[in-house]
Nanobody, 128 residues
Framework: QLQLVESGGGLVQPGGSLRLSCAAS????????IGWFRQGPGKEREGVSC????????YYTDSVKGRFTISRNDAKNTAYLQMNSLKPEDTADYYC?????????????????????WGQGTQVTVSS
């Protein structure tokens, strides 16, 4: 059973940075595409970023391109989301999950329906 735990969230001022971590246990992450998702107050869950199993392909929703960077360290069984130039609109609970398709076909679409093994989430608040 694959379990994911997110960490690294917190309160940050606009323009600041945070680095989120997604630590896996039970199984290794090396064969999974990994996605980051977020759900703001009163909003639907949306895909933020995804990285393929080989680390060679990454995808981002338009609103975070140029500001966020997804990465993975399979030796540590962990994925990361580096968030820079944070804006109040980034305020949300952030979740990681794995692509349910072993081929990683959901990664580029960033649709939560195609992902599973959801973590508990970590809260990010961007406010002055």
């Amino acid at each position: 059973q694959l379990q994911l735990v997110e960490s690294g969230g917190g309160l940050v001022q606009p323009g600041g940075s945070l680095r989120l971590s997604c630590a896996a246990s039970g199984l290794t992450l090396d064969r999974y595409a990994i996605g980051w998702f977020r759900q703001g107050p009163g909003k639907e869950r949306e895909g933020v970023s995804c990285i393929k199993s080989d680390g060679g392909s990454t995808y981002y929703t338009d609103s975070v391109k140029g500001r966020f960077t997804i990465s993975r360290n399979d030796a540590k069984n962990t994925a990361y989301l580096q968030m820079n130039s944070l804006k109040p609109e980034d305020t949300a609970d952030y979740y990681c999950a794995v692509d349910l398709d072993t081929l990683g076909s959901n990664c580029r679409h960033l649709d939560p329906v195609g992902f599973g093994s959801w973590g508990q989430g970590t809260q990010v608040t961007v406010s002055s």
